[in-house]
């Protein structure tokens, strides 16, 4: 057991310095990226703060605790989009047969599928979540206890694997359609949407949805309206933060039981 | 030279129909367009209904006029979703460009007709079915005066084409850059974020709305909404269209120019 963790974390390490390679062989596309995702997230928070300013605050939220619920959505989504990014693409591997290597090698096909390619372009996306995320502490006196921290690390990690996991689920689907399914663009605005603005917005009907059948408000909503203390709807629980690390690992649990099931239908490519 | 002009329309129409055609053939791109402004578009409405809470009017509009402003704004984003930049992007890179270049037509032309023939069968096949799930779910977008909505259609129509060359400037640059995806990117939230589509500038700082007004991007999505919900009087309105028209002037100009110097220096590489 030891020995296939320790084989399995080198040959991360591997395709981690191959990634590390790869951007450092073309500079001047990580530059353009380094300059066209900060702008974007940095800008979509400037005009949240321009109208909540104007309004005063929306459902009880003011916009240093917006900016707080952005920056978690944000930092999430950025690591989400480092390990996990290939679910989106993952109906171009199944239409191109790219899933053949992956079924030679003898290693999980899950580990090699999420492991094997580390996006650092997604590192682009982490910088404007930090100055957002910041900015939201500095502006509401967030107070860093260990307790706190502990509880930050927790939400984030809870909530990249229910991004992932909903990537994967979502990319699983293309083994049985046979076609591309790109949801990339629609999945990230779904996301966006629900995790960087306060759900309990939404009628409850969609609320109850967010919470239990496409759990997104776990992402962000609860375990940070719980941290700040701001009332969270109907539908939430106490101990939401540890509850957004349980609902990581159950959808991405249950992801992983989708994807060996559909695994079994991949037929590889043809003519 | 009269003979000459009468074809060329010929090949025009026939660039136009067969685009149609072509959006026509590809259903899953339709239903995604609807699914993804769907999302947007509640989402908008939702953050309004939520802000404008205990409030009547704000910086003189209603919470009505937001939801009408907030419909007709995604019917227009998806009436006017440009693929110039695309289309030059991939056809320089693979060298297709030649073969634009040698039809009998200017190559913009070609670019501008597809684009025509997509907004075309979008209005049919999206803006539509989004009046129509707006209108229900939402409320009916009704104009402000029958009078408005006859200075509404000329001012899309300037609108439409403002985008469209301001988009064909844009991608002139890829004939030099290497990669431009990062650059379209940001040129795409930039628009999004800056001209109104999301958010109207009166709710943006004074400093800030003042920089705006001077730039052409409000008068793609700002300018014709300010119309449809007869937010100025008609002297402001019609002043603001003398802008608007300005501004169709300038990116005519400065697309002539820079369509005349690429073209010069296109260089096919292969045989």
Not at chain 2, 15 to 21: A, C, F, M
Not at chain 2, 99 to 110: E, N, Q, R, S
Not at chain 2, 111 to 129: A, C, K, M, R, W
Request: glycine share 8%; with cysteine; hydrophobic share 50%.
């Amino acid at each position: 057991m030891l020995q296939t963790m320790k084989h399995y974390s080198k040959v991360s390490l591997a395709h981690l310095r191959i990634a590390v390679l790869t951007v450092m062989e073309y500079p001047a596309n990580m530059l353009g990226w380094l300059l066209s995702n900060p702008i974007q997230f940095i800008l979509g928070f400037a005009t949240i703060k321009f109208v909540v300013e104007e309004f005063g605050s929306v459902c009880g939220w003011g916009y240093g605790q917006l900016a707080f619920l952005y920056g978690i959505s944000v930092i999430s989504h950025a690591l989400s989009m480092i390990f996990f990014v290939q679910g989106w693409f993952m109906g171009y591997y199944v239409i191109e047969g790219d899933f053949d290597r992956y079924l030679l090698r003898p290693m999980s096909v899950l580990y090699q599928f999420c492991f094997t390619k580390f996006n650092l372009v997604g590192i682009t996306d982490l910088i404007p979540g930090i100055c957002v995320f910041v900015y939201g502490c500095l502006q509401i006196d967030y107070v860093w206890t260990l307790k706190n921290t502990i509880y930050i690390l927790v939400t984030l990690v809870g909530a990249t694997f229910i991004r992932g996991g909903i990537y994967l689920i979502i990319g699983s689907s293309s083994f049985w359609t046979k076609s591309i399914n790109d949801f990339g663009g629609y999945t990230q605005e779904l996301f966006d949407k629900t995790t960087m603005y306060p759900i309990s917005m939404y009628p409850e009907s969609f609320q109850f949805v967010l919470t239990y059948l496409l759990p997104i408000g776990w992402v962000s909503f609860y375990p940070t309206a719980e941290l700040l203390g701001i009332p969270n709807g109907r539908f939430a629980w106490d101990g939401a933060v540890w509850m957004t690390l349980v609902v990581g690992i159950i959808v991405f649990v249950a992801a992983a039981i989708i994807f060996k099931c559909s695994l079994k239908r991949y037929e590889s490519a043809g003519n | 030279m009269c003979n000459g002009l009468a074809v060329n329309w010929r090949a025009f129409f026939y660039v136009y129909k067969t685009r149609i055609q072509k959006t026509l053939a590809y259903r899953f791109d339709v239903y995604g367009n609807i699914i993804w402004q769907c999302i947007v578009m509640f989402a908008t409405a939702y953050f309004w209904k939520a802000l404008y809470t205990g409030y009547d009017t704000v910086k003189g509009v209603q919470v009505e006029d937001m939801m009408t402003y907030t419909i007709v704004s995604s019917m227009m984003s998806l009436f006017f979703i440009t693929f110039v930049e695309q289309r030059v992007i991939q056809s320089v890179e693979k060298g297709t460009v030649a073969t634009d270049m040698l039809k009998p037509i200017p190559l913009f032309g070609i670019y501008f007709f597809e684009d025509l023939g997509y907004t075309t069968s979008l209005i049919v096949q999206n803006v539509i079915p989004i009046f129509i799930i707006g209108s229900i779910f939402i409320g009916v977008p009704v104009p402000h005066s029958t009078f408005m909505l006859l200075l509404f259609i000329p001012s899309v129509i300037m609108a439409y084409m403002i985008n469209w060359l301001f988009a064909a400037c844009f991608s002139t640059w890829a004939f030099t850059a290497i990669n431009m995806n990062p650059m379209v990117q940001v040129k795409k939230h930039l628009i999004r974020l800056l001209s109104g589509c999301i958010i109207p500038m009166w709710f943006f700082p004074e400093w800030l709305s003042d920089i705006l007004n001077v730039l052409p991007f409000v008068y793609i999505y700002q300018l014709p909404l300010d119309i449809y919900i007869g937010k100025y009087e008609m002297g402001i309105l019609l002043q603001k269209m003398g802008i608007q028209a300005l501004w169709l002037l300038v990116l005519w100009c400065l697309f002539v120019y820079l369509q005349k110097r690429v073209t010069k220096h296109v260089l096919v590489q292969g045989g």
